[in-house]
């Protein structure tokens, strides 16, 4: 393999946030309410899961409502019809929990930003060498931040972001280990999408939007 591959980079608002939000609800519309706080929380980038049905027919709504505040990301996606929607409808970036190079090269062809998913030196080093914009580390929570200090030694250039796990104090130390963002579902979103506290979901993603932004590599 000679040189660089071609790469799409993250958008700068999420890579400035260091914070992806993984919002899996039961229906499409309940994406609104939710989204709603986490804008106000300071939130700057969301992945709207495929295994919510309606996803897709509700994204140009989700845009025109939250485009000019934050990224919004296609994540889920596991075949290259639904990778080729996402890119349609205007996901900001691609996101799945697979090793595919095939994916990579669509998404890299159509100039949009693609993060898939891997544990495996071999998983995560085939993606990044492929032309990944960035590989996500699933599930993280089986691992480890000592993991990514670990793989940073024979790919020192690799652009990580943890996914699966991750609470409020793995943020910061996969941040501090050397992510260039975190990934967080359950533990920021709670029981958001299950008609909980929506006040107490303001609180908890303001805890971690503070925590990303003080953290360091």
Known sequence: MTGEPRRVALPPRTVDSRLIVVARAKRAEDYDAVLDVLVDAGIRSVELTLTTPGTFEHVPHL?????????????????????????????????????????????????VPIVPGGLTPT????????????????PAGQV?????????????????????????????????????AV?????????????????????RAAAFVDVCARSVE
């Not at 998983?123 to 699933?138: I, N, Q, R, T, Y």
């Not at 670990?150 to 409020?168: E, H, K, M, N, T």
Request: hydrophobic fraction near 50%; glycine fraction near 14%; avoid cysteine.
């Open 63 to 111: 845009l025109a409502r939250f485009g000019d505040t934050i990224d919004l990301g296609i994540g889920t996606v596991t075949n290259t019809a639904d990778l080729a929607r996402a890119i349609e409808v205007g996901a900001a970036y691609i996101v799945t929990p697979i090793t595919s190079t095939e994916f990579v090269a669509q998404a890299t062809d159509a100039g």
């Open 183 to 203: 990934s967080v579902g359950g533990p920021l979103l709670g029981d958001a999408f299950a008609g909980g506290d929506l006040g107490a979901l303001r609180e």
């Open 144 to 180: 480890g931040p000592s993991y990514l200090k670990d793989l940073r030694g024979p790919f020192p250039d690799l652009v990580a972001v943890p996914s699966g796990g991750v609470d409020l104090a793995g943020a910061e130390a996969w941040l501090r280990a050397g992510a260039v």
């Open 123 to 138: 998983e995560l080093f085939a993606s990044w060498s492929a032309g990944a914009s960035a590989v996500k580390v699933f």
